[in-house]
């Protein structure tokens, strides 16, 4: 029986509203497990059912036998991830396991862009009166997802519609970006690694050949005891707390401060610590901020390092040149150093 345009139309507006539903549910449980997906949908037309219903008449005899009238594609970074993406889908919706297909097990050096895992679901039972509709989540990485944008917009899908020649360059294609998603895993593992190392050398104190990067400063800057033992003294001017912050932008600083290695930085730690200490009290004390990032300790320690360091007026100008590019700002800076290097230590201006 051939349904009619009303009845497909009443059908699509069913699943408008378990649009809506799933794409919520799907947001919030991939932000709950920190995920880095991208999700998007989409609901076929009439002419679009119609035509699904005309060209497989032996496999569709109505349509409440298309399961995939609504799509959402999940869209992940890395390989690894389409599996746990896979199993927080598994725990929060029904999954038609005998529908369902796990096309990453096609063998075709063509088939890159098609190896996704397609999930038949529905609402759990009794949830909502729309657990009766079935649709479709592909999971795939964000290079699956490339490649069968490309094929689709070139117009090609079955292989008699390609010269043999055109088709061995599609395999070549396929190729290339199924080694670069294999690369971006390891690359990632090898990160994963790293930072595991970085941390690990930190608390054991293995300073002297341990080199400034976004890892090492990010590990440094979390783990070592004399700069959060700083760190945790200037929070308590103001009782404030500690959120972490992103120390990268710390690197310039650090590069021209000419500190070089980790030991140095704790070096820096231990000679400016009092005068640190002295800057964030006097800044501080008479304020009501309530939260401090966890890079503040850098703000007190290299301000210090400028005062009682030999810098002449034109190298902290440039110091400061590295933080905004405000020339008003700039100088306001460059002219409190001057002053408390006098304040403070009694020590000239500089003209080295």
């Given at each position: 029986?051939?349904?009619t ?5 009443a059908?699509?507006?069913?699943y408008?509203?378990?649009e ?13 497990s920190?995920f ?7 609901i076929?037309?009439?002419d679009?059912i119609?035509?699904k219903l005309?060209r497989?008449?032996?496999?569709y005899s109505?349509i ?5 009238i ?5 869209i ?8 746990l993406a896979a ?5 929060n919706?029904?999954v ?5 297909k ?10 890159f862009?098609?190896l996704?895992l ?6 759990p ?7 009766d ?5 592909q999971?795939k ?9 490309i094929e689709?917009?070139?117009?090609y ?8 020649d055109?088709?061995?360059s599609?395999?070549?294609?396929a190729?290339?970006?199924?080694t670069a998603?294999?690369i971006?895993?390891y690359i990632?593992?090898s990160?994963n ?5 970085i941390?690990?050398d930190?608390e ?6 341990l080199?400034?990067?976004k890892?090492t400063?990010?590990?440094f800057?979390?783990h070592?005891?004399?700069?959060r ?6 929070a308590?001017?103001t009782?404030a707390?500690i ?10 600083l650090?590069?021209?401060l000419?500190?070089r290695?980790f030991r ?10 009092d ?5 964030a009290?006097?800044?501080?004390q008479?304020s ?5 990032a966890s890079?503040?300790a850098y703000?007190f320690?290299?301000r210090a ?27 306001n ?11 403070l230590?009694g020590l ?5």
């Amino acid at each position: 029986m051939k349904e009619t345009d009303i009845e497909i139309q009443a059908l699509i507006e069913r699943y408008k509203h378990l649009e809506k539903f799933v794409s919520e549910r799907l947001h919030n449980i991939f932000a709950d497990s920190g995920f880095m997906i991208h999700v998007t949908h989409r609901i076929k037309t009439i002419d679009s059912i119609k035509g699904k219903l005309e060209r497989k008449p032996n496999e569709y005899s109505s349509i409440y036998e298309i399961y995939d009238i609504l799509g959402f594609r999940v869209i992940c970074y890395m390989s690894p991830d389409v599996d746990l993406a896979a199993k927080l889908i598994a725990d929060n919706f029904r999954v038609d396991w005998n529908r369902s297909k796990d096309k990453r097990k096609i063998i075709d050096a063509r088939s890159f862009g098609y190896l996704a895992l397609h999930y038949v679901c529905a609402l759990p039972e009794n949830e909502s009166e729309l657990s009766d509709l079935w649709f479709e989540i592909q999971i795939k990485t964000i290079l699956q997802h490339c490649w069968a944008e490309i094929e689709h917009d070139l117009g090609y899908k079955l292989e008699f519609e390609v010269p043999r020649d055109i088709r061995r360059s599609f395999s070549k294609a396929a190729s290339l970006l199924e080694t670069a998603d294999d690369i971006f895993v390891y690359i990632r593992k090898s990160l994963n690694e790293y930072r595991i190392k970085i941390k690990q050398d930190i608390e054991n104190d293995k300073l002297d050949e341990l080199f400034f990067d976004k890892i090492t400063l990010a590990e440094f800057t979390s783990h070592n005891i004399a700069y959060r033992n700083l760190l945790n003294e200037i929070a308590a001017v103001t009782n404030a707390r500690i959120l972490e912050g992103n120390s990268e932008s710390q690197l310039p600083l650090i590069n021209f401060l000419e500190i070089r290695s980790f030991r140095d930085m704790v070096n820096l730690i231990n000679e400016e610590h009092d005068l640190a200490l002295k800057l964030a009290q006097e800044l501080l004390q008479d304020s009501e901020i309530d939260e401090l990032a966890s890079t503040a300790a850098y703000h007190f320690l290299f301000r210090a390092r400028l005062i009682s360091g030999s810098y002449s007026r034109e190298k902290i100008r440039e110091f400061f040149m590295l933080t905004t590019k405000d020339e008003k700002l700039i100088e306001n800076n460059t002219k409190k150093i001057i002053d408390m290097r006098k304040e403070l230590l009694g020590l000239p201006e500089s003209n080295s």
